[in-house]
Structures are given as C-alpha cells and as structure tokens.
C-alpha cells in the first residue's frame, strides 16, 4: 500500500548546502532515508495490551467461577430449605393427626359432639389443650359437628356455633378420612391443622381439628441449615387492623408499611429484613414464575457494613390449597466464603505476574536480535535499489514508468522531460520517491489518488485518474492519468502510461458545475424556507394553543355548575368557538405538514372493526342533539387485523364523518366497511369504505374543486356551515400516500354518498390473540346500538396527581378539572420543583407541561426514569400536556419516557378518559 505523501524534504534527492559536490545522488539518497522501524517498538504495544487482557482475564475468570459456584451451593442450600421445611411440617402434622386420632377414638368425645354439650366440652377437654399447648405448642383445638358448626373453640372459648370454611374441613368431610396442611388465618398466621373425623356405630359425629404455629417448624431450620429466615405474606391475603392483632397474639413487632405488596410474618433476624432493599427485593420477586410450584432458587447478593456480604433468595410459599400466599426469604452469611477466596486470589495473582515478567523479558531479549537481523536486510536492500534507479536513462515526452516498492511507497524510474513542463521537476527528482510529485496534489484529491492506485495494484486493472495540482506560479491544474500495471516476477507493480495537463476542458466542466451548485444552492434556500414556515406553524399552533388551554378549560370548569338558560347558551358558544378555532389550528398544521412532505406513514396492525365501532361511537353523541341516526355495518369479508397507517385512517373517517354530521340536519348517517380481493396475492386486501347521509348534498359540477385546498361547497357570505375548506383537500392527499382512490356521489338536497378505498395487509391472528380478538368482537357486537343510551361508570378511585405546569391560568384550569371529579392534585411550576414533590411525597401519576423554565419537562421525565438515587417508582405515569400537536413531537415525548400525550387546549372529556384508565388500575 502507497505511504500517503509527505512534506519532508529528508525524501528529496536535491542537494542541500550542507551535501558535499562529489557526494554522489546515490549516496545522498541512501543516509537520508529513514531507518526502518524496529520490531520492538511496533510489537510493544499490542505486547503491551495483550498483558493487560491476560491479567484482566486471570482476575476476572476465577472471579466468575467462584461466583458461579457460590451461586450453583447456594442455590442447593435453598433446595435444601424446601426439602427440610416440607419433612418438619408432614412429620409435625403426622404427630397432630395420631393426636386427632387418639382424640376420636375416646368415648368421651364422641359423646359430647353426640350430645353437643359444650360446658362438658369444655370442661373435660380444656385441661388437656392446656397441657398439648404447653408442652407440644398446639395453639388450635376445635371440636365441630357433623356438619362443620364449631362446637367449641377450646383456645378461644366464647367464640363458637359458626360453620368452619377453611380447606382442610371441607376436605376433611368430602375425603372422609384425615386431612392435614398449612393455612393462612384470617389473623394473618400461618397455622399448621389437622380435621380428623370421628366416627361412632358407622356415624359420623364431628371433627376434631388440631392446629398449631409453624414458628417452631422455620427455628429448627434455621438453626439447622445455619440460615436465617422471614416470612412474607401478600397483603392481597390480609388486612392491616386483623393482621396487627395476630401479630400481637403472637408477640411479634413488624411494620405493615415496610414492602409494598408484602406483610412480614415471622422474621428471625429484623436488621437482615431492614437492609434487603426493596429494588432488590422486587428484583427477586421478578424472577417468580406465577404458575410454576417448583421452588425459585436464583439468588441476589447485598452488603451489610455490620454484618458482611450476604446471599438471600426468595421461595414461594403455598398454603394447603396449592395456592401461592406469600413467600419464604433465606439468608445466608456469605463473608468468610468471599474473603477466603479473594485472599487465595491474591496470592495466586502475586506469583503468577512474577511468572509472566520473566517471559516477558526473555520475548524482549529475543525481539532484539530480530531488530538487528532486519534492519541489515534492510540497508542491502535499499543499496540495490538505488543502483538501479541510478542506471534509467531520461526520454522527452512526460512518459513514465512507476513502481510500487516492498515498503508501499510509489518511485518512477523514468519520466520523459515532458515533466519539466508540466511539475517544473526532471526525471532525476522523482526517480528514487514519487513524494515530489504527489505533494503538490490538491489536499482533497490527494486520499481517491492513492486509493485507484492501491484498487489498480491489486487488481492490475487499468488506472485512470482526473486530479487536480497547484503548482508555484501556474496555480490549480488540472491533470489526467492513464497507465496500465504489471506484475514483476518479485511481486512488484509497474504502471507504464502518461500524463497529461487537461485544465481548460476542466474550466468548462467547472462553469457547468458552478451553475448546479448554484441551482442546488436555491433549492436548498427552498427547502430551508419550507422547514422555517413549518416551525413557525408549529411555534405559532404553541402560542395560539397555550392561551386557549386556559379558555377552554375555564369554560369547561363553569360548565360543570349549575346556569341558567341564558348562561347555559352563551357558554355552548363560547366552548363551540374555542373548538372551531383548535380544529382550523388542526387543520392548517396538517395541510402544512402535508404540502411540504413533512409527515411520515407509520403502519401498524389493528383491527378495523373496533377501529370503526369508536369512531361512530363518537359521532353518535354529537349527532344525538340534532336527533340523527349514526349507524355501521361490516362486511364479514373484512379481516380481524390489518396492517397500514391506522392514525391516517382514523384522520380521514374523522373528517369525512364529521362532514356528514356536520352537513345533515335530519335522518341519518350510514357507513358500510366491505373488503374487495387483490389480484395475484393472498396477503393484501382492499378496504371498502362507504358513507352516506340525508344532508343538504351539492352540486356534482364542483366536486372536483372540493379537493383543492381551501375550497368550500357553498363559498358565499350567506352560507350556513363554516370552516376553512381544507378537510377534504387533506383526506385526498393522505389517501394518495397511502395508496387509495375517493369517490363523491351527491346531488342538491339529496345527501351525499362517498366510497373511498384502502389497499391494507391481512394479518393472520396467531393463537395468543384468539382471546382477546374474542373478547373485543364480543365487546363492538355489544355495542353496536350506538344511538342507546350509555350508562356511566361509577369510579370512586381518587389518584394523587402531581401537575407541573408554568401557565398560571393552564395550572388553575388543571387543578380544577382534577379536583371537579375527586382526584387530590398538587401544582408546581417547572421540572425542578416537579422532582423535589416527587422525592418528598408519593403520586400515582403526573401531569407534565413540555415547555417550562429552569427544567423542561423531557429532561425531568428522563431524570425521574433514570436516576439511580430514584425514591420514587421509575415506571409512574407521566402525561405530557403540551401545545405541540404535530405528530413527531409526541414520538419525542415518548421516546424521552413519557407514557402518555394530551395536546392542549385540553379537553375535559379526553382528560377524564384518560385518567379512567389508570385509575382502573
């Protein structure tokens, strides 16, 4: 490969002052040209790098494995921990059950639950509970009836004549025989029982239930297995005040608050359960399979400054149901294992970098006498070299013959004494290095020369080159290179061609190219004119939007009180022209949008009839006032799930339904969706959209116009409905992108009928989507009377709502409609104070202004996603509430981690919705 060239004049065989007059060329050329560089220097380097990843891998692989055996003897300690808990409780419950079965079997027994005498229940029996509870820790005695009623409770006396529910009785009367198992108890305990029914004659008397406490059962695993254990029920289970009490009973402190979902029930060692994170603790409880019953081993790791490193893991725990109710958390001290290994690490790296300094030294020793070896190949080489160059002859002409020497740089052994015309240079300055003729290359034609020379070399394919020189006193020049290469028999490349100066032809073609930049020039002038009125548009719907918020959402506000007739009129117009002014707002940013190519098609897959289903749904309740039937058909040729741009489909059936309610005063509005076959491929269909209406119709002759932009059917200063004559304009130019046609069929004071067509994929609904594609038919089939009353949800649920907002009067607008239907807000003005009430206090959610002072809302959204010093939940709802409305700044919001987008002004209707859904939650 050619050296690229290069500015020093060591290279040049000129002769300086400093050079002797009998020096020969030959050997001026030879002490000039650089050593070659040794081995050692360009091998040290990657030695170098090679040494550090051998001592990074000889840390981290022996780190790795130890971990990874800690992992795999840890995570059979936890299989350990299931086996012996299981063992212990059926031992436990074997020594209850022959208990029970003792109990049966006395006489005395039978004849109480036969007479059901509970005062000589409880006098007979309640020594002995009193003893079984002293001695063998049975903190559960019941005596029941045949048909479950509880004859008496001798741990709890005054509470009997109740039907027991619980598993184990249930079991215990449908088996017939013994049932033993763990249960949670209403108190929050988990309680070991067994129900042993008891027979006298062939008739069933009653049960007999013996119960006690599995705190006993997790101490002598604890100190067995040499591990300390919590037990963790899911409050879904509990509930605070029962809980309290049980754990009161029991004797036992615990704080409900400490975990989110969980209430601790049994904890050996309180400071291991108060330094397990929750992170890490919702990080275990990732890892649990909700279905599975094979217990979960995978562990995490967390530091104790006090007590070291420990390893805990998280198992499931089932009651006897099989049902999961909570989990068990073992820990286990980890320290000495960690420090005996790290201290075996460090002695084994200590010898083994002794080791490799010594071969080190030796491959040093050796690269040496490689250095000099080569370096008296190299001064040989260079001497023949010279020699030959010195014996070329010079011919007129700027012919020239070039070679690619072993060291890549380029030399020509002959040029005609055309050279002196064209570089001011002889043969002789270019005979040893090609260097003087390839400085004087333009800076940025210089890398595509030595690049065709290097493809020509490799391919021995012909090379041919325009460059341009500057040459001292001509200026720029234009040159042209043609040669063609041959291999020598020692691998070298030798071109044989010539060069020629072509600048007044370039002249021209530079004129030419001064035109085009010029004519490129305007159009990008064009383009950058498009984008400014874009932004404008964009910054001006900001503006216009932020201060109409306000007015909307006060209008709003008073709607919600109650008014008189005349109040009630005068507000309906004043909210009917704020909406007016938002949709010609809309309108002109989407015309803009489209006009300058500005918009992208995003395709995704949905399915047309519910896409249709909440469109009319919608129109239905507007066309409600003027009494108009809004009514839709599918076809069932339509697919369950298409694929194309479903926010423009959803655009166009917005307008052009709007249209029809719009323009139709009495009878109906009907849309009918079919699907027509595409020739030749079974994965495409087209989509059939019809609508037609009872309206006031026009005339066909101006049906053509109606797709200009800002073209009115009826354009006199009488006419009745207004609007900026875009809508159509828009929906023939979304179309057009998307492929499909439109069709208008009308006449005066005979309705309209409009077809339009869609091409669309057909997505083939796999097995995981036949539910819900059931369950949404099912739902649209439902509602398909879109013109019956709708009966609202009752949704007590209030959520704290955080609102940063710098808007004053968008800030009162918001607290207002939130505190209208129950939700608690709190109000700050930018992203900073936005994250200092996120730190101090807990919200379900957050409504975010985009546009604020000191921290905009993005940032703030990615610093509550990201920070690692976080309080708050990572994944909290965050709404963004901006007077941006152009569809790439809400993929900018959501890529900055914003959940949701609510454009301003903003509409209560839409908040209400939106909000409905989180509190469903």
Not at 474 to 485: D, E, F, I
Request: aromatic residues 6%.
């Amino acid at each position: 490969m050619p050296h690229p060239p290069q500015q020093s004049s060591t290279r040049s065989p000129k002769r300086f002052p400093n050079q002797s007059a009998n020096q020969s060329p030959s050997t001026a050329k030879l002490t000039s040209s650089p050593a070659p560089k040794p081995v050692l220097r360009r091998l040290l380097p990657p030695l170098a790098l090679l040494l550090a990843c051998l001592l990074a891998g000889a840390i981290w692989l022996p780190i790795d494995l130890h971990r990874r055996y800690l992992d795999a003897s840890l995570e059979n300690l936890a299989v350990d921990v299931i086996h012996e808990l299981e063992l212990s409780l059926r031992e436990q419950a074997d020594g209850l059950a022959i208990a029970g079965q003792v109990l049966a079997r006395d006489a005395n027994l039978q004849e109480a639950l036969a007479a059901f005498d509970r005062p000589a229940a409880l006098a007979q029996w309640g020594p002995l509970f009193a003893s079984l509870k002293q001695r063998h820790q049975v903190t559960h005695f019941y005596l029941l009836g045949p048909d479950r009623l509880c004859l008496l409770r001798l741990h709890q006396p005054n509470r009997h004549s109740d039907v027991i529910a619980r598993f184990t009785a249930r079991e215990a009367e449908r088996r017939g025989q013994s049932v033993a198992g763990i249960e949670l108890g209403p108190l929050g305990s988990f309680t070991l029982r067994v129900v042993v029914p008891v027979h006298a004659d062939g008739r069933l008397l009653g049960y007999v239930e013996l119960g006690k406490e599995i705190e006993d059962v997790l101490n002598d695993l604890r100190y067995h297995l040499n591990v300390e254990i919590a037990l963790l029920i899911d409050k879904i289970h509990l509930n605070r005040e029962g809980w309290r009490e049980g754990m009161h009973m029991l004797g036992r402190t615990a704080d409900w608050d400490q975990f989110a979902r969980q209430a601790p029930n049994f904890v050996s060692n309180p400071e291991l359960l108060d330094r397990l994170t929750a992170p890490a603790l919702e990080q275990a409880d990732t890892q649990l399979p909700p279905v599975s019953k094979a217990p979960v081993t995978k562990g995490v790791r967390f530091q104790d400054q006090e007590r070291g490193t420990w390893w805990s893991t998280r198992l499931p725990l089932r009651d006897a149901t099989e049902a999961r109710v909570g989990d068990l958390l073992v820990f286990r001290d980890i320290s000495a294992e960690e420090a005996r290994f790290y201290r075996l690490l460090g002695i084994s790296l200590l010898i083994g970098l002794a080791l490799l300094l010594m071969v080190v030294g030796l491959v040093i020793l050796l690269l040496r006498r490689v250095d000099d070896q080569l370096l008296a190949q190299q001064r040989a080489l260079h001497d023949s070299d010279q020699l030959l160059r010195d014996l070329a002859r010079m011919v007129p002409g700027f012919l020239f013959q070039m070679e690619q020497l072993s060291d890549g740089r380029l030399a020509i052994p002959f040029a005609s004494d055309g050279i002196r015309d064209i570089y001011a240079l002889s043969p002789d300055d270019v005979r040893a290095d090609a260097q003087p003729i390839l400085t004087p290359i333009h800076p940025k034609d210089r890398e595509a020369f030595l690049a065709s020379i290097q493809a020509s070399a490799k391919d021995l394919s012909l090379w041919q080159l325009d460059f341009r020189v500057l040459m001292r006193g001509k200026g720029l020049r234009w040159l042209r290179g043609l040669s063609r290469p041959e291999q020598l028999a020692d691998g070298r490349v030798r071109w044989s061609g010539y060069i020629t100066d072509i600048s007044a032809s370039k002249a021209d073609e530079e004129r030419l190219s001064v035109t085009n930049r010029q004519l490129a020039q305007a159009i990008s002038r064009a383009e950058a004119a498009n984008h400014a009125k874009s932004q404008f548009l964009a910054n001006t719907s900001h503006e216009i939007r932020t201060p109409l918020n306000g007015v909307l959402g006060t209008l709003q506000l008073l709607g919600e009180r109650d008014l008189d007739k005349d109040q009630r009129q005068l507000l309906e117009t004043g909210l009917e022209c704020g909406r007016t002014l938002l949709q010609l707002i809309n309108d002109i940013l989407d015309f803009s949008k489209i006009n300058a190519g500005a918009f992208e098609l995003r395709p995704s897959t949905f399915a047309p009839r519910e896409l249709l289903h909440t469109i009319c749904a919608v129109f239905a309740l507007q066309a409600k006032p003027k009494n108009l039937r809004v009514e839709y058909s599918v076809s069932a040729t339509v697919p369950v799930l298409v694929r194309t741009d479903a926010g423009r489909l959803r655009q166009i059936l917005l307008n052009l339904i709007g249209n029809a309610v719009k323009f139709t005063d009495q009878g109906r509005i009907d849309i009918d969706l079919q699907a027509e076959p595409v020739a030749k491929t079974a994965d495409s269909c087209q989509l059939v959209y019809t609508i037609t209406d009872t309206g006031i119709g026009m005339d066909p002759a101006i049906i053509d116009r109606l797709f200009e932009p800002f073209t009115q059917a009826d354009a006199s200063d009488t006419r009745r409905h207004k609007g900026t004559g875009l809508g159509l304009s828009i929906v023939k130019r979304l179309l057009d992108r998307l492929g499909g046609d439109i069709q208008i069929d009308t006449k005066p004071n005979a309705g309209c009928r409009i077809r339009f067509t869609l091409p669309v994929g057909i997505i083939r609904p796999t097995s995981d989507m036949a539910s819900s594609i059931a369950r949404v038919s099912e739902t649209t089939a439902a509602t398909t009377d879109l013109n019956r009353p709708v009966t609202p949800r009752n949704n007590n649920l209030s959520l704290s709502i955080l609102i940063a907002e710098d808007e004053p009067a968008n800030r009162l607008v918001v607290d207002r409609l939130l505190t209208k239907v129950g939700h608690r807000a709190t109000c700050v003005e930018n992203g900073q104070q936005a994250l200092d009430a996120l730190a101090a206090g807990h919200f379900d959610l957050i409504l975010m202004d985009v546009q604020m002072p000191e921290l905009d809302g993005l940032e703030a959204t990615r610093r509550i996603r990201t920070d690692p010093r976080a309080t708050w939940p990572r994944d909290i709802p965050i709404i963004a509430l901006t007077a941006h409305a152009m569809a790439q700044d809400a993929d900018r919001f959501i890529a900055a981690g914003m959940t949701d987008f609510l454009p301003k002004p903003i509409d209560f209707a839409a908040l209400k919705k939106l909000l409905a859904r989180y509190t469903d939650r």
